[in-house]
């Protein structure tokens, strides 16, 4: 089973910040997902990267597979990315119907 | 852009009854997957379906849960007597073959009295 570990758990910054939150994993995996979740519940999907960087808007995401560690970059932080982000990770390397095993969040507040 | 529905938002039921959860994946997905969160805590694997058959399932997906897809749309979760502990919300899934990216319904908040 993979175990999958974030950090840091709780983040508050000020807007207009450079945010990094960091996950690790212990099994090799095919892809690593970040997803956020919004204070309604829900949950979106921000990435599902297996190699190198992803960038969508202000958000950058990348992974190294060798070290089995990936960060989520926020830039020019802004109060409305308030929310709680996750690492997601399937429980090996091949592909399928795999479910996910989720971090525990990182809750990331910012103040204007 | 397409997206996963899930019926009730909200679903409050007594103690041992039995409650089914209803989802819509998108329609051109093949992978579904159904996923808790208790209140306060992380996300958690129930179990996913493929090609009319369960595929993976986890240690909390008991006798007590059932999953179905009634036709061609409809994807259920059916807990069958309720628990306390049963209160959770409750999340689908839906994704493509070759890793695809999984896509979440908001999700149905299950409030077991």
């Known amino acids: 089973k993979n175990e999958v570990e974030q950090s840091p758990q709780n983040l508050t910054a000020q807007e207009g910040e450079f945010i990094t939150i960091n996950c690790s994993y212990s099994v090799g995996i095919s892809a690593l997902h970040w997803l956020q979740q919004h204070p309604g519940g829900g949950i979106v999907s921000l990435f599902m990267l297996s190699s190198g960087k992803k960038k969508h808007g202000r958000l950058i995401a990348t992974i190294n597979i060798q070290e089995k560690h990936s960060s989520l970059h926020i830039t020019a932080s802004h109060p409305r990315d308030s929310a709680v982000y996750i690492c997601a990770v399937p429980p090996h390397s091949g592909g399928g119907a795999d479910g996910l095993t989720f971090g525990k969040g990182t809750h990331l507040i910012i103040q204007p | 852009e397409p997206e996963v529905t899930q019926t009730p938002s909200h679903q409050v039921t007594q103690m041992g009854q039995e409650v089914i959860l209803r989802c819509v994946p998108i329609?051109?997905?093949?992978?579904f997957y159904w996923y808790r969160q208790i209140l306060g805590q992380k996300v958690e694997f129930l179990v996913s379906?493929?090609?009319?058959?369960?595929?993976?399932k986890s240690e909390i997906f008991d006798d007590q849960f059932s999953v179905e897809r009634p036709d061609g749309s409809n994807f259920t979760l059916k807990i069958r007597s309720t628990k306390l502990e049963d209160s959770a919300m409750y999340f689908c899934a839906s994704s493509n073959p070759g890793w695809g990216s999984q896509h979440f319904g908001d999700g149905t908040r299950l409030s077991i009295l």
């Open positions: 329609s051109n997905h093949l992978y």
């Open positions: 379906f493929y090609n009319n058959e369960i595929s993976e």
